[in-house]
């Protein structure tokens, strides 16, 4: 039997290891496509107390009145695959008429806090759902949570409240485990205000910043004077500086984050 183009292709284990390298930047490079461009459509499926019965692995559905089907399928730029009622699944009969619109995937926008919020509050239960369907988008958006969480660089007193509260521990133990590990007392509503705004605005940062270095051309980035990091001209990366000619501080934001511990703040 003559060689097939593969056998050619696999001949030598150097071109097979190069060929394993290209394949593995191609399988980033989707990823980030598809973490970045994909549309975003609404977060109200995934809210307490129904995440825990949400399907993960399916597209989403709901069911719409009939003259909401006729308006959005009139609606050219929805793109909408048929106008013909018969190629949807209805219940009830008319007037009260109802049309199942199906959505592909759920969406999740990872820059937008309350997103990242709702995802913290449900991570428990989303974890334990999808331990074992590795290959669906609720556990991708687990691994992107772990992956955005280690680049929003959090203090280790915020990373431990995060922990507990992926854990779902109660206040109460959380509050006293931060007294006996770090000798530092919260109350209820630093807590609260920490989970509900705070973690959860550091986590979309980390986010838009993956974006906008990804995106930036190398010839718009800003050198940190102190680092050396090459960084987009933005208050993500630079804090504002009204003396500054460009605007921005001069050294990046990790680096007077590490100087000012340093100086002992
Ligand atoms: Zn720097």
Same mark, same amino acid.
């Not at 292709?9 to 399988?27: P, T």
């Not at 959505?103 to 913290?120: C, G, K, Q, S, Y």
């Given at each position: 039997?003559?060689?097939?183009?593969?056998?050619?292709?696999?001949?030598?284990?150097?071109?097979?290891? @190069?060929?394993?390298?290209?394949?593995?930047?191609?399988?980033?490079?989707?990823? *980030?496509?598809?973490?970045?461009?994909?549309?975003?459509?609404?977060?109200?499926?995934?809210?307490?107390?129904?995440? @825990?019965?949400?399907?993960?692995?399916?597209?989403?559905?709901?069911?719409?009145? *009939?003259?909401?089907?006729?308006?959005?399928?009139?609606?050219?730029?929805?793109?909408?695959?048929?106008?013909?009622?018969?190629?949807?699944?209805?219940?009830?009969?008319?007037?009260?008429?109802?049309?199942?619109?199906?959505?592909?995937?759920?969406? $999740?926008?990872?820059?937008?806090?309350?997103?990242?919020?709702?995802?913290?509050?449900?991570?428990?239960?989303?974890?334990?759902?999808?331990?074992?369907?590795?290959?669906?988008?609720?556990?991708?958006?687990?691994?992107?949570?772990?992956?955005?969480?280690?680049?929003?660089?959090?203090?280790?007193?915020?990373?431990?409240?995060?922990?507990?509260?992926?854990?779902?521990?109660?206040?109460?133990?959380?509050?006293?485990?931060?007294?006996?590990?770090?000798?530092?007392? *919260?109350?209820?509503?630093?807590?609260?205000?920490?989970?509900?705004?705070?973690?959860? @605005?550091?986590?979309?940062?980390?986010?838009?910043?993956?974006?906008?270095?990804?995106?930036?051309?190398?010839?718009?980035?800003?050198?940190?004077?102190?680092?050396?990091?090459?960084?987009?001209?933005?208050?993500? $990366? *630079?804090?504002?500086?009204?003396?500054?000619?460009?605007?921005?501080?001069?050294?990046?934001?990790?680096?007077?984050?590490?100087?000012?511990?340093?100086?002992?703040?």
């Amino acid at each position: 039997m003559p060689p097939s183009e593969t056998d050619e292709l696999f001949d030598n284990s150097y071109r097979l290891y @190069q060929l394993k390298h290209i394949l593995i930047d191609l399988r980033r490079h989707q990823y *980030y496509l598809k973490d970045f461009y994909k549309p975003v459509i609404t977060f109200n499926n995934i809210t307490p107390p129904h995440a @825990q019965y949400y399907d993960w692995t399916a597209d989403a559905f709901y069911w719409i009145p *009939y003259d909401e089907w006729k308006r959005r399928t009139d609606n050219a730029l929805l793109h909408t695959i048929s106008r013909n009622l018969k190629d949807y699944e209805t219940r009830g009969t008319p007037p009260n008429l109802e049309v199942k619109w199906v959505v592909r995937r759920h969406t $999740f926008n990872w820059e937008d806090p309350t997103h990242v919020r709702a995802l913290i509050n449900n991570y428990e239960a989303l974890k334990n759902y999808m331990g074992d369907k590795l290959n669906t988008y609720g556990y991708t958006l687990l691994l992107d949570f772990d992956r955005y969480r280690k680049m929003a660089n959090l203090s280790p007193v915020r990373d431990y409240l995060l922990q507990q509260k992926l854990l779902n521990e109660s206040y109460t133990d959380t509050l006293n485990g931060l007294e006996a590990r770090f000798n530092i007392r *919260y109350n209820d509503n630093h807590l609260s205000t920490i989970y509900a705004k705070e973690i959860p @605005q550091k986590i979309a940062n980390a986010a838009a910043r993956h974006r906008l270095l990804l995106e930036t051309p190398p010839d718009e980035l800003k050198k940190c004077h102190h680092c050396g990091a090459m960084l987009p001209r933005s208050n993500l $990366f *630079y804090a504002f500086n009204r003396s500054r000619r460009d605007g921005f501080s001069s050294s990046c934001k990790e680096c007077e984050r590490k100087m000012r511990i340093a100086r002992g703040g």
